[in-house]
Antibody, heavy 123, light 110 residues
Framework: QVQLAESGPGLVKPSETLSLSCTVS?????????WGWIRQPPGKGLEYIGY???????YYSPSLRSRVTISLDMSKNQIFLSLTSVTAADTAVYYC????????????????WGHGTLVTVSS | QSVVTQPPSASGAPGQRVTISCSGS????????VYWYQQFPGTAPKLLIY???QRPSGVPDRISGSKSGTSASLAISGLRSEDEADYHC???????????FGGGTKLTVL
């Protein structure tokens, strides 16, 4: 069964860049599937950030598109998230997850999640 | 404001049946599969229902999902205290070319 594990700094200063990694186990990201990032501010709902496929074509949520970059390293089996110019509003638990597929369609929900990592934006 | 809406809260007594709605539009629920997640405090969401009404192994059959038009519902019958959690719906939106989540519903077992 695929496993995902997020890692990165738990504290980032305002105006700096948030950088997280997601290590995938028991599955090679080069074999397919779409891989996404989701965040959840304390006490709030889930917000979809974006996804990437093995070809490297990313999708970003319109609300974060100007500040976010998602990339991957197939040799390390990792997916990365970068969010620039962070503010307190970016404080959240950040999750990486895998998109389900059905009959070749990637327009599905997420079927496997990491445990999440809390990132606090504060000086 | 999410393009897909859920009631912020729902409640029911033990043994009762409760439903949680997820309302969208033709570009999301009306044309794509709905997924439901259960989330306990401090933990990651867990897949509860996929493709509108399918249960992953291990999810009891007292939990069910349905979809009609541009709305979907999650039903939990024989409510138990351990069902007290947050529930989120998710669906692909063709207009955004990406997935969206509902705002989440906090279920309280009275």
């Amino acid at each position: 069964q695929v496993q995902l594990a997020e890692s990165g700094p738990g504290l980032v200063k305002p105006s700096e860049t948030l950088s997280l990694s997601c290590t995938v186990s028991n599955y090679f990201i080069s074999d397919g599937f779409y891989w996404g990032w989701i965040r959840q501010p304390p006490g709030k709902g889930l917000e979809y950030i974006g996804y990437i496929y093995r070809t490297g074509d990313p999708y970003y949520s319109p609300s974060l598109r100007s500040r976010v970059t998602i990339s991957l390293d197939m040799s390390k089996n990792q997916i990365f998230l970068s969010l620039t110019s962070v503010t307190a509003a970016d404080t959240a638990v950040y999750y990486c997850a895998r998109h389900a597929t059905y009959l070749g369609s990637y327009k599905q929900g997420l079927d496997s999640w990491g445990h999440g990592t809390l990132v606090t934006v504060s000086s | 404001q999410s393009v897909v809406t859920q009631p912020p809260s729902a409640s029911g007594a033990p043994g009762q049946r409760v439903t949680i709605s997820c309302s969208g539009s033709s570009s999301n629920i009306g044309s794509n599969y709905v997924y439901w997640y259960q989330q306990f405090p401090g933990t990651a969401p867990k897949l509860l229902i996929y493709r509108n009404d399918q249960r992953p192994s291990g999810v009891p059959d007292r939990i069910s999902g349905s979809k009609s038009g541009t709305s979907a519902s999650l039903a939990i019958s024989g409510l138990r205290s351990e069902d007290e959690a947050d529930y989120h719906c998710a669906v692909w939106d063709d207009r955004l070319s990406g997935p969206v989540f509902g705002g989440g519903t906090k279920l309280t077992v009275l």
